[in-house]
């Protein structure tokens, strides 16, 4: 029992030992497969992050699992393919080697392919093609099909009726089609005739030209046009599918199959479709159709996206006015396509829309809306003589809220808070509108009254959106401007050369400037009015320039006049510019010192402490 | 009878005058007048208080740039107009300042706590209650105040 105990306990050992060796090989092998095993997760993970990187913008869409919108590196692969077709013709045309081909049709655009796969297995792409004279009532695709090795390219054209052309416009709606439809072979070396083509869209007969009709197994030499290759712009819509077929299986040239009903159909993936698709399933065990007469093409039709998008968001009241309001819907349509910022662009047409329906009325290449309130008012009347003048400072300040900007502006006549002469707001939204308001009382006042509110604001909304777009101000929810800057502590801001820096440093240095000298308030938009952010002139000093130049002062009324050259002698006309100037300015410290300066001339300083008193009895009627 | 009414009425001509009758208030500022017009037969004067300034900076926000430097990120809002002008005006003496002896002041303000403890609209709601005073520290005494008959004029923007 002993020897036993003794085996047994050495078996133990020896077991133990072996049991150890085992479970520490064990570890090792699932170490150096965790090992193993990270490694490979590492690496594919390293590998598929790059291949994410890489391929990034080869994003495919994919509409009822047929249908593929290519963009980015996939739509390049096939240009490709269309490019070498289409040079290799033009280097047989030409006997040229040039990279582009330059043909009548336009240019081709491969920002987006449609891409479908049909019954058959045909692949087809869809290209746009970019007219060098755009048509409203003309749209053209070029169509690729490719299927065991054969390959053909069409240009198809869309023609509008007149009707039909109107009412797309409004809606962008392709659905209800009337007009042409062209098809134009281009290339082709497959052997298989085209279909002659009667065409219906929806539940309306359209025209097909030239829908094929056999003899054009290779149409070399038969270009009608061609085009450059080019990326380009993303303005068209998710595509229509268009589905073509003779309506006969047989291999006919189609010659004979007039009176054949032969059908384009229109199946449009996001609206269901319009008509009854006569495509039937392939069945395996019958044999394949070596020339179908049936396949499916996508269409690329015009459509601004932002147009569409605003259309869409549009109120059913303002959208029926819209339709019934022909000239202003061009302009907006037109506006909105033109626009570098789609956002801001609806709520600028939303805004016009409803300033055009109350009375209003839109600048729309100055982006500027003036409010039924402002219409025929005389603060209007003096605006549109303010304006007239190209080369004057009004006239340029104006013309910051065209299209190359982001930023509008709206023009009222209101109640303002405190009963202010005028204030200008901000947006905190994304519609970077400004809207200026001059108070009932000024237009119930004089023109100067007039004048220099519309100055003196129209100079905050210049100033404000040269700050915003500079990314110094930010506005609160009530408009009013939030000046966020950063000012280094080892700089003297005061003895920095301002016509070294760029619009918005040197709007930093003068701001921080002022914080340097303690005179920093919220008084600052009024502060920056006496700064050098001209060349030459402050605010302040273009303003008194303006009014100098461009107040009529000859038909001024005649006591007020002889009061001002009592007082002012014959230079009155530059004291009372310079003094109405300064309105508005009061609480600054350059006030005090241009106030002050007058401090032995009594009659001057009583009647400048006075002038918002002095100018409510001049001239009041515009003409 | 008679003489009980005609006191009745008296009291209530008393007591309706004495209701028309506003009280003085005296807004003692240190600061200068800025602006100031004297000659012979004329004195005006205009003094200031701006309640924008208590509101006006919001504590810097201190960053370090790139370099390592130090920057002061500054947000402020713009005016919101709460200013308030007293204008003095005395043209051939027909505003003459008024001597006040310090014991008979009761109503009375100073600068500092004006801008920084009260509310704009709940001072000018109080202002036009009394007749207001400037007390300018330039001119006092040890026991007399000169205090100047002032009208109120609220800033209007543009």
Excluded at chain 1, 68 to 74: D, Y
Excluded at chain 1, 136 to 154: A, R, S, W
Excluded at chain 1, 355 to 374: A, C, H, L, M, Q
Excluded at chain 1, 467 to 489: M, R, V
Aim: charged share 20%; with cysteine; hydrophobic share 35%.
């Amino acid at each position: 029992m002993i020897s036993l105990v003794h085996i047994s306990k050495t078996f133990s050992s020896f077991g133990k030992t072996i049991f150890i060796n085992f479970i520490n090989q064990i570890i090792m092998k699932t170490k150096t497969k965790i090992q193993k095993l990270l490694f490979v997760i590492v690496t594919a993970f390293l590998l598929f992050s790059c291949e994410k990187e890489l391929y990034e913008d080869s994003i495919k869409k994919d509409y009822n699992g047929k249908t593929e919108i290519l963009i980015g590196k996939e739509a390049e692969k096939v240009a490709l393919r269309l490019k070498n077709i289409l040079e290799s013709r033009s280097t047989l045309d030409n006997g040229s080697l040039a990279r582009t081909i330059t043909l009548d049709i336009g240019t081709i655009n491969y920002d987006e392919i449609v891409k479908i796969i049909d019954t058959y297995g045909k692949e087809n792409y869809t290209f746009e093609i970019r007219y060098p004279i755009e048509d409203d009532k003309k749209f053209g695709n070029l169509i690729l099909q490719e299927k065991d090795n054969y390959t053909t390219v069409k240009l198809i054209e869309y023609y509008m009726t007149d009707a039909f052309a109107q009412e797309y416009k409004l809606n962008y709606d392709l659905k209800q089609f009337q007009g042409n439809i062209k098809f134009i072979p281009i290339y082709t070396d497959n052997p298989c005739p085209d279909p002659e083509l009667i065409v219906q869209i929806g539940n309306v007969p359209a025209n097909c030209i030239g829908c094929g009709g056999g003899s054009n197994n290779n149409n070399n030499g038969n270009i009608p046009g061609g085009g450059t290759i080019n990326p380009g712009g993303n303005n068209y819509s998710e595509p229509l599918i268009i589905t073509i077929t003779d309506g006969d299986t047989s291999q006919d040239s189609g010659e004979d199959n007039t009176d054949v009903p032969n059908w384009i159909i229109w199946n449009p993936p996001t609206f269901g479709k319009l008509s009854i698709d006569p495509i039937t399933p392939t069945d395996p065990t019958t044999p394949e159709d070596p020339c179908p007469q049936t396949t499916e093409i996508g269409i690329l039709y015009p459509v601004d996206k932002c147009s569409k998008t605003f259309l869409e968001h549009l109120d059913n009241t303002s959208r029926k006015w819209l339709y019934t309001h022909n000239e202003v819907h061009n302009d907006i349509m037109n506006y909105i396509k033109n626009s570098p910022n789609c956002d801001g662009a609806n709520e600028f047409a939303k805004d016009a829309i409803d300033s055009f329906r109350n009375g209003g009325e839109v600048d729309f290449e100055n982006k500027i809306i003036y409010d039924p309130t402002f219409m025929y008012t005389k603060t209007d009347c003096i605006h549109k003589k303010l304006k007239t003048n190209s080369n004057d400072f009004y006239y340029q300040m104006l013309s910051t809220f065209d299209n190359n900007t982001n930023y509008n502006l709206t023009f009222k006549v209101g109640n303002t808070p405190n009963g202010d002469w005028g204030i200008t707001k901000g947006s905190s939204t994304t519609s970077n509108n400004y809207i200026i308001t001059i108070s009932q009382n000024i237009e119930n006042g004089s023109n100067l009254m007039r004048t220099v509110t519309l100055c003196h604001e129209l100079i905050h909304a210049y100033m404000l959106s040269t700050l915003e777009s500079s990314g110094l101000i930010t506005f609160d929810i009530n408009g009013d401007p939030i000046l966020n800057i950063n000012c280094a502590t080892g700089t003297n801001y005061n003895t920095i050369n301002l016509n070294t820096l760029s619009i918005s440093d040197r709007f930093v240095a003068l701001l921080c400037a002022l914080n340097q000298n303690g005179t920093l308030t919220q008084q600052w938009t009024h502060d920056l009015f006496n700064s050098a952010n001209f060349d030459v002139n402050t605010y302040r000093q273009e303003l008194e320039n303006l009014i100098y130049n461009e107040y009529d002062w000859n038909n001024e009324d005649i006591n007020f006049k002889n009061q001002a050259i009592i007082v002012f002698g014959s230079n009155w006309k530059h004291e009372i510019a310079k003094g109405v100037s300064w309105i508005g300015l009061e609480n600054t410290q350059e006030y005090t010192t241009f106030i002050n300066s007058y401090s032995t001339d009594i009659p001057k300083i009583l009647y400048l402490t006075d002038i918002r008193n002095k100018i409510s009895t001049a001239n009041n009627n515009c003409l | 009878m008679k003489n009980t009414i005609n006191l009745i009425c008296l009291l209530i001509f008393i007591n309706s005058f004495s209701q028309e009758q506003k009280k003085n208030i005296y807004i003692f500022i240190n600061q200068k007048p800025t602006l100031q017009i004297k000659n012979d037969t004329l004195n005006i004067q205009q003094f200031e208080i701006n309640f924008d300034v208590k509101s006006s900076i919001n504590p810097i926000h201190l960053t370090i740039d790139k370099s390592g430097n130090l920057i002061k990120n500054l947000t402020i809002k713009s005016s919101s107009n709460e200013i308030v002008k007293f204008k003095y005006e005395n043209i051939k003496s027909n505003n003459i300042p008024l001597l006040i002896n310090k014991k008979n002041i009761f109503n009375f303000l100073i600068y500092d706590e004006i801008v920084s403890q009260i509310k704009f609209k709940n001072f000018m709601n109080i202002l036009n209650t009394f007749n207001v005073y400037i007390i300018n520290a330039e001119y006092n005494s040890e026991e007399y105040f000169m205090a100047k008959k002032v009208n109120i004029e609220k800033y209007i923007g543009l």
